[in-house]
């Protein structure tokens, strides 16, 4: 029997915000009624939802007028989306509602610029900095000029290097020899596509193997999650461009098949150096959330970081929320209260495959079709699979014709739990297939030979390492 009642505030875009109101709503301490303010009518989210607000480009004051007119049913928010984040959302519906949110204020969304990260880096964790050079916009008077000190810092460092953009481009403003360019000419073409609009980074290209850390926090304290592995390139054997996620997957330990305890020990003791510098003596209540969702790479110089995001991963969070032992409600409002202490996992594996569009990441340049989704057929396989597969829409529309309908994004993805990584591969891979629609998937995420492609490779730079 279900008891005390609480309204949440759920910020929403994608399969992300699905997940979260689907590890809230099996809450058996909470009846929990869900205030959603959504980029779309996501269709899992009008069906949970007491209140349902669609705001397309979640844009925050209209999120904040939102709250502010349920705020007396409201007990705390949480925002699953960066944008919101990075534009203060959480500063301001708190200062005009004092609904208590949950993600770090604007000031800790670090995200926002890759730039102070690795000055950060630099001041905290140093040997886990890459080789970088910072090129700002307002520091050079001609394109000669700039390319000058771009070939002068080549020189020191070598050609391999990424460039990105400082503020967020989803990853489309990054670039990396030998992927989006293979000559100085080519790097100096993108390079300039990047300055016209932002300050840009060039850094050594780091060769290892990757993963994701990420951690809940409640001001005090940072509570660890489980490790993930995340799939960028578009398609199997790593091909095509990068994109928002296309699957992931998590062992059955805290850390993956690639690494060891130790590595996930070393992951640990750099977030917690990054934290304490962030959140200074005692307690610092606006890191809030998800203040640290890192993206490691394993090298044979120990753990880089490529990159640190101040929200919650998509897909990587899809991996954890299904299989936390604790209700996550009450994991919530230990964040708010800040007495957080610890986060239980079940012992289980899990894998994420996404299902996208026909004409996303350039699967085809041109589709016409019909972008109708039916997803009947894998919700039908949840009844005999239980609590072992979930199906969390992202980038789709419930319209009024009563049918939903795939956006321009990742559509929809089936998370499968198993007690090995290939069981869990495979109820994932049963729900996509059984998904009705014009998309397309990888279908390697977490398969064997990808791992063991990982394993000998970390084998290989341990050698090296000695």
């Given at each position: 029997?279900r008891?005390?009642?609480v309204?949440?505030?759920?910020?929403?875009?994608?399969s992300?915000?699905?997940a979260?109101?689907?590890?809230?709503s099996?809450s058996?301490?909470y009846?929990?009624?869900f205030y959603i303010?959504?980029?779309?009518?996501?269709?899992?989210?009008?069906?949970?939802?007491?209140?349902?607000?669609?705001?397309?480009?979640?844009?925050?004051?209209?999120?904040?007028?939102?709250?502010?007119?349920?705020?007396?049913?409201?007990d705390?928010?949480?925002?699953?989306?960066?944008?919101?984040?990075?534009?203060?959302?959480?500063d301001?519906?708190?200062?005009?509602?004092?609904?208590?949110?949950?993600?770090?204020?604007?000031?800790?969304?670090i995200?926002?610029?890759?730039?102070s990260?690795?000055?950060?880096l630099?001041?905290?964790?140093?040997?886990?900095?890459?080789?970088?050079?910072?090129?700002?916009?307002?520091?050079?008077?001609s394109?000669?000029?700039?390319?000058?000190a771009?070939?002068q810092?080549?020189?020191?460092?070598?050609?391999?290097?990424?460039?990105?953009?400082?503020?967020?481009?989803?990853?489309?403003?990054?670039?990396?020899?030998?992927?989006?360019?293979?000559?100085?000419?080519?790097?100096?073409?993108?390079?300039?596509?990047?300055?016209?609009?932002?300050?840009v980074?060039?850094?050594?290209?780091v060769?290892?193997?990757?993963?994701?850390f990420?951690?809940?926090?409640d001001?005090k304290?940072l509570v660890?999650?489980?490790?993930?592995?995340?799939?960028?390139?578009?398609?199997?054997?790593?091909l095509?461009q990068n994109?928002?996620?296309m699957?992931?997957?998590?062992?059955?330990?805290?850390?993956?098949?690639?690494?060891?305890?130790?590595?996930?020990?070393?992951e640990?003791?750099?977030?917690?150096?990054?934290?304490?510098?962030?959140?200074?003596?005692g307690s610092?209540?606006?890191?809030r959330?998800?203040p640290?969702?890192?993206?490691?790479?394993?090298?044979?110089?120990?753990?880089?970081?490529?990159e640190?995001?101040?929200?919650p991963?998509?897909?990587e969070?899809?991996?954890?929320?299904?299989?936390?032992?604790?209700?996550?409600?009450d994991?919530?409002?230990?964040?708010v209260e800040?007495?957080?202490?610890?986060v239980?996992?079940?012992?289980?594996?899990?894998?994420v495959?996404?299902?996208?569009?026909?004409?996303?990441?350039?699967?085809?340049?041109?589709?016409?079709?019909?972008r109708?989704?039916?997803?009947?057929?894998?919700?039908a396989?949840?009844?005999?699979?239980?609590?072992n597969?979930?199906?969390?829409?992202?980038?789709?529309?419930?319209?009024?014709?009563?049918?939903?309908y795939?956006?321009?994004?990742?559509?929809?993805?089936?998370?499968?739990?198993?007690?090995?990584?290939?069981a869990?591969r495979?109820?994932s891979?049963?729900g996509?297939?059984?998904?009705d629609?014009?998309?397309?998937?990888?279908?390697?995420?977490?398969?064997?030979?990808?791992?063991?492609?990982?394993?000998?490779?970390?084998?290989?730079?341990?050698?090296k390492?000695?």
């Amino acid at each position: 029997m279900r008891g005390e009642k609480v309204g949440i505030l759920v910020i929403s875009y994608g399969s992300r915000a699905a997940a979260m109101i689907d590890a809230l709503s099996r809450s058996e301490e909470y009846a929990v009624r869900f205030y959603i303010a959504d980029k779309q009518r996501n269709p899992f989210n009008v069906k949970h939802a007491a209140k349902h607000v669609v705001i397309p480009d979640l844009n925050i004051i209209k999120i904040c007028d939102f709250v502010e007119a349920n705020k007396n049913e409201i007990d705390f928010g949480i925002c699953g989306p960066e944008q919101p984040i990075i534009d203060g959302v959480r500063d301001v519906i708190e200062s005009r509602t004092g609904v208590a949110m949950i993600c770090p204020t604007k000031r800790y969304a670090i995200e926002g610029s890759k730039v102070s990260q690795r000055v950060l880096l630099d001041e905290c964790c140093a040997d886990a900095n890459p080789i970088f050079k910072v090129f700002p916009r307002a520091d050079y008077a001609s394109v000669s000029e700039v390319k000058n000190a771009v070939w002068q810092f080549l020189d020191e460092i070598g050609d391999e290097v990424a460039v990105k953009p400082d503020t967020p481009a989803a990853g489309k403003g990054v670039g990396v020899w030998g992927d989006h360019f293979t000559s100085r000419e080519q790097l100096f073409e993108h390079f300039l596509s990047v300055f016209e609009s932002s300050d840009v980074l060039i850094e050594e290209k780091v060769e290892g193997e990757e993963s994701s850390f990420q951690a809940f926090c409640d001001g005090k304290r940072l509570v660890p999650l489980p490790d993930t592995r995340d799939y960028k390139r578009a398609f199997d054997s790593d091909l095509g461009q990068n994109t928002g996620g296309m699957g992931s997957y998590k062992a059955k330990q805290d850390w993956l098949p690639f690494i060891d305890k130790k590595d996930r020990e070393e992951e640990e003791k750099l977030a917690q150096k990054i934290f304490s510098r962030l959140r200074g003596n005692g307690s610092n209540e606006e890191l809030r959330g998800v203040p640290l969702y890192v993206a490691f790479m394993h090298t044979d110089e120990g753990a880089k970081i490529l990159e640190i995001n101040s929200r919650p991963g998509d897909p990587e969070i899809l991996n954890i929320l299904p299989v936390l032992k604790n209700d996550f409600v009450d994991v919530c409002f230990r964040m708010v209260e800040g007495n957080l202490s610890n986060v239980e996992c079940m012992n289980k594996a899990t894998v994420v495959t996404y299902a996208v569009p026909m004409d996303y990441s350039g699967y085809r340049e041109i589709y016409s079709g019909d972008r109708r989704v039916n997803l009947s057929g894998a919700q039908a396989l949840q009844k005999g699979y239980g609590d072992n597969l979930r199906v969390y829409p992202g980038s789709m529309e419930l319209r009024e014709d009563g049918y939903t309908y795939a956006l321009g994004s990742r559509t929809v993805c089936a998370v499968g739990i198993g007690d090995s990584i290939e069981a869990a591969r495979d109820v994932s891979l049963d729900g996509i297939r059984n998904i009705d629609g014009a998309l397309w998937n990888r279908w390697e995420i977490g398969a064997e030979h990808h791992i063991e492609q990982s394993v000998r490779r970390m084998k290989e730079l341990r050698a090296k390492e000695r």
